[in-house]
T-cell receptor, first 113, second 113 residues
């Protein structure tokens, strides 16, 4: 069965620090990849998605992610985090031809002012 | 604001009782999903629903669970006889195509005592 691994479960950064959250998946075929964010007390929101084309995708709020097929990775990055980025971030995968989304366990990001 | 509204936001029930969780999308969508997140664990797929029938379900979605869209608007998840381990946050999600990004509701926190 496919799985999604997020290596950092809890990350603490100071404002203006750079962020990279790791995500690896274990599915060999075509995949659609997503990052979702869940701010405290709110619903899951789509941050960015990759379906095909340019492996470097840009999302909302200055986030970007790079799909590296050879490494089965889809890491999320932001050059300079803000306190308002404090949230939980979920990597998610839909293998081609399937409906259900498989989520990683999530990474809690805490940004200290 | 989320594209889908979930009610109630929090439900406390006794073990063995039936609960119904509701989901109302703001606009018409084709695909409906239920996911859940037990505290500290991954967001897990429960079931997908398309064209008024279940299209895929996970091993979690046993005979205790059922879904329906009785009036073409509300999408409900029923748990017939709740167990302690059903305590979780339940998320409704909607999609426009079978592998499109999902839009999630705010979730219903179910506490079984």
């Amino acid at each position: 069965a496919q799985s999604v691994s997020q290596h950092n479960h809890h990350v603490i950064l100071s404002e203006a620090a750079s962020l990279e959250l790791g995500c690896n998946y274990s599915y060999g075929g075509t995949v659609n990849l997503f990052w979702y964010v869940q701010y405290p007390g709110q619903h899951l929101q789509l941050l960015l998605k990759y379906f095909s084309g340019d492996p470097l995708v840009k999302g909302i709020k200055g986030f970007e992610a790079e799909f590296i097929k050879s490494k089965f990775s889809f890491n999320l990055r932001k050059p300079s985090v803000q306190w308002s980025d404090t949230a939980e971030y979920f990597c998610a995968v839909i293998p081609g031809g399937y409906q259900k989304v498989t989520f990683g366990i999530g990474t809690k990001l805490q940004v200290i002012p | 604001e989320p594209e889908v509204t979930q009610t109630p936001s929090h439900q406390v029930t006794q073990m063995g009782q039936e609960v119904i969780l509701r989901c109302v999308p703001i606009s018409n969508h084709l695909y409906f999903y239920w996911y859940r997140q037990i505290l500290g664990q991954k967001v897990e797929f429960l079931v997908s629903f398309y064209n008024n029938e279940i299209s895929e379900k996970s091993e979690i979605f046993d005979d205790q669970f059922s879904v329906e869209r009785p009036d073409g608007s509300n999408f409900t998840l029923k748990i017939r006889s709740t167990k302690l381990e059903d305590s979780a946050m339940y998320f409704c999600a909607i999609g426009d195509s079978y592998n499109s990004p999902l839009h999630f509701g705010n979730g219903t926190r179910l506490t079984v005592t």
